[in-house]
């Protein structure tokens, strides 16, 4: 039964990776996947889904008025999203709603809070309507396990507040255990 999943992580924690391990999987038994990343990441060029293995394929991407729904899914076994802390409230409905009317599953992997400590909107709505909800562990520099993220500047100091999105200084993000984001 097609569903929908929410692979959450803190940072750095190999989600693309798995993500483009899924693709591999699905298409060694000959079957179609559609990759999609956020239009607003453009790290490593748009449309690109990069590990860091230095894996790198093209995506579709989707900004804040892409409609899922409106897409066709002909001969998709299934959809994969990357960086879905990005979608929108309605986006996740919409995913939500071609899984299940459909039948094509839909994979999504992101983070679940900002740098505050506060939720990204696409993953709140991901954690209220997924079906499937899997955490990818990663470790914190004190050996614990890493659940949200604390941002510096360049000088190293912790910024605790600003716009939830800053995209192109992830060397600045650092994924920490709770214990660590409130030291
Ligand atoms: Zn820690």
Request: glycine fraction near 6%; charged fraction near 25%.
């Amino acid at each position: 039964m097609a569903k929908l999943f929410f692979r959450h992580a803190a940072m750095n924690s190999g989600k693309s990776t798995q993500l483009l391990q899924i693709a591999n999987n699905y298409e060694s038994m000959a079957k179609t996947v559609r990759l999609y990343t956020a239009a607003i990441d453009d790290r490593f060029g748009v449309g690109k889904i990069t590990s860091r293995l230095n894996i790198q394929r093209d995506a579709l991407t989707y900004d804040d008025h892409f409609d899922f729904l409106a897409a066709d899914y002909a001969g998709i076994a299934c959809v994969l999203i990357d960086e879905a802390q990005f979608l929108t409230p309605t986006q996740v409905q919409q995913l939500h709603r071609l899984a299940h009317t459909r039948h094509v599953p839909v994979i999504c992997f992101g983070l679940r809070s900002d740098f505050r400590g506060e939720p990204f909107p696409g993953a709140a709505w991901l954690l209220a309507l997924a079906e499937d909800i899997e955490e990818i562990k990663t470790i914190c520099h004190c050996g614990r396990k890493a659940t949200m993220h604390i941002r510096r500047d360049g000088n190293g100091q912790r910024i605790k507040e600003g716009p939830q999105v800053v995209i192109g200084d992830e060397a600045r993000y650092h994924a920490v255990c709770a214990r660590c984001f409130y030291a």
